[in-house]
Structure formats: C-alpha cells, structure tokens
C-alpha cells in the first residue's frame, strides 16, 4: 500500500512540477532519451484520432541558429538546444481548433518525456512572417501550419537558476476554480 | 543506477500509455485524487503565463446528466463520470490560439494525474450551440470559450475492454518523423 501511495505521489510530484526551461547548453541529447520523447508523442491523443502532425527532428547547429534567430519569431531558447523539435500540423481550414487543440496536447507530453529524462524543453511560437520563414528554414509546405518548434536539452542549471521569476507563479486554486456551477 | 533507469522507464511508461477512458462507472472519485487533479490543473504552463483558466468541478449527477445529453455535444461520457471538470477558457478573441492551445495542455495534464490515480478520463468536446447549452446549464457567461468538459471517474474495466479499437491506433514514428527538414 505504502508503495502504490509513493508511486502515486510521485507521478502526480512529477506532472506538477514541470517548468518550461529555456537555459540549454548546446550539448547533444542521449538518444534513448530522444527515442523515447518521440515515442511519447507518437502515441498523444488526437481529436478523431486523426493524428494531425508530423515532426521534423533538428540537430543541425547551424539551422538551430537560423531558427532561434528569426526576425520576431519567439524561440531564442532553438540557438542552445541540443535538439529541436518542430510540430508541424495539418493546417486543416476547417478544424483549425483540433490542430491548435492537438498541438497543445502534443507539446505537453514531449516537455514531460524530455522531463522524465531530466532535460529542459521551451516551447518556441512562429506566427506571421516569422512561420513562413521558419517553412521556409525546413522545407515544409506553405499549406502546412508551423507554429511550435520545441528546444530539448540539457539544462544549464546556473542560467536557469538566475532567470527572472514572476511574482505569483500561478494563480491559487481559490481563484480559479469553482463548485457545480459558475 | 538501475533504480534511476527504472524510474525513467517507469515515467515514459506512464506517459506513453495514457488512453482517453469513456467507460465509467458512477461512483464517486477519490478526494484526495480530485484535490491532485486540480492541483497538476493549476500548475499547467501556459502563453505568457496569462494562466486564461477557470475549472468547473461537477458531482451532481442531474447536471452531469444534463450536459452528457446535450444534443449535438460530444460528452456522453459524462453521464456516468464521478466528476466532470468544465475548462472555462477566457475567450479573448484576439488570441483565440492561446486558449485553444493552452486548453489542450490543460487536458493532457488533467488526463494525466487522473491516470496518476488509476482514473480514467474523458474529453467532451461542445461546440455552437452545445456550447451555448452547457454554458446556460453551468451559468458560465456567454463572452467566455466553454469547449471541453472533462470526464474523470472509476474505470469500467469491462466495458472498457468491449470498447470499438481502431485498426491502427497511432501511425508509426516512420510515417511521422523527418529528419533535419521535411
């Protein structure tokens, strides 16, 4: 009983406690630790199980760089990584919200795979202009949407322990939750 | 070092074999398992950490029968949840990909720590008028995005067992993975 209970308050410790970590050091990532990130994301749930994603694997440095480094593109956090991750969605026009929906989904279970093997992920956005050339960057097709290119990597642990912290991490549960009704 | 091996495979285990569960039985669920549902709920990252989230906990079973009926929503599964968990979004209209993506993190999470608990949870999805309806129901003001409402509750294994499988659950890493660029 003790260690069904310790099991239990470990995995709900280990959903808890994720962070988006954004200080990387450009080292590789292990590959069991890429396989089994990617393995996790495989098997995300989808709406309709459609499965709207594909995924393009970046170890290249120099295309990191370009990717990190893209005019008004959020993910600085790309030029360290010791891998990047782009989530590229269908980009149906009908469903718009099942590959927003899914790409979050998606992004959640590569950050906590990336966690369990005690690596930093960042989730980077490219809206606009700065998508198009991040499209452009990767060879994907205009019809595609590319948005979220995630950073995986080893954790610079001084980088991160100096980083600027918000004053109320999180709202209370008083605040946002209610009982049976609104 | 076997025992951090073996907590690494335990955690990806736990990740990669999360199923949406909408076989339950209507029994009450744990309090202690709600309290730490809600607790990974708040904890769940976020666009700008705008956090744009208010959690509706349901355990009247006339209004969980009320919303699992809805016509055209897509949440039967609630008719027979211990709980439903109502994400109210912010429903600001000039970053409707915040709260899409961000509500689809927020599920995954929920999904999680319930499967933490043995649970099995469901997404109920309500769109157009459904949504309308269930917001009427829950009292939630009409500028606010109530899409998903989620199941949580006491697995019925063996309804769950007879539960309709698709031929292929997920495409294989070969048919989603590109290396480098598309």
């Known amino acids: ?19 988006q970590i954004r200080q ?7 590959a069991d630790a890429l396989r089994d990130i990617l393995e996790v994301a495989r098997w995300t749930g989808s709406a309709r199980n459609i ?9 290249d440095r120099a295309t990191l760089q370009k990717l990190g480094t893209i005019p ?8 360290n990584a010791g891998a990047g991750i782009a989530l590229v969605m269908s980009g ?17 279970r590569i950050m906590l795979a990336a966690e369990a093997h005690e690596l930093g ?3 980077g956005w490219f ?5 198009d050339e991040a499209k452009r960057i990767l060879g994907v097709p205009s019809v595609r949407l590319l948005r979220t290119i995630m950073s995986i990597g080893v954790v610079d642990a001084e980088g991160y322990d100096k980083r600027q912290r918000p004053a109320q991490p ?11 009704r609104w």
Chains 1, 2 share one sequence.
Request: charged share 30%.
């Open 1 to 19: 009983m003790t260690d069904v209970t310790s099991k239990v308050a470990e995995q709900i410790e280990f959903l808890r406690g994720l962070r």
């Open 72 to 79: 008004d593109g959020r993910g600085p956090h790309l030029v």
């Open 127 to 131: 809206k606009g202009g700065a998508s």
């Open 121 to 123: 992920s960042a989730i």
């Open 24 to 30: 990387l050091k450009p080292e590789p990532i292990p």
């Open 51 to 59: 499965q709207p994603w594909e995924l393009i694997v970046i170890h």
């Open 92 to 108: 149906d026009l009908e469903h718009p919200d099942f590959d927003t929906y899914d790409e979050g989904r998606l992004s959640e």
């Open 170 to 180: 999180r709202k209370s549960l008083a605040d946002i939750v209610h009982q049976e």
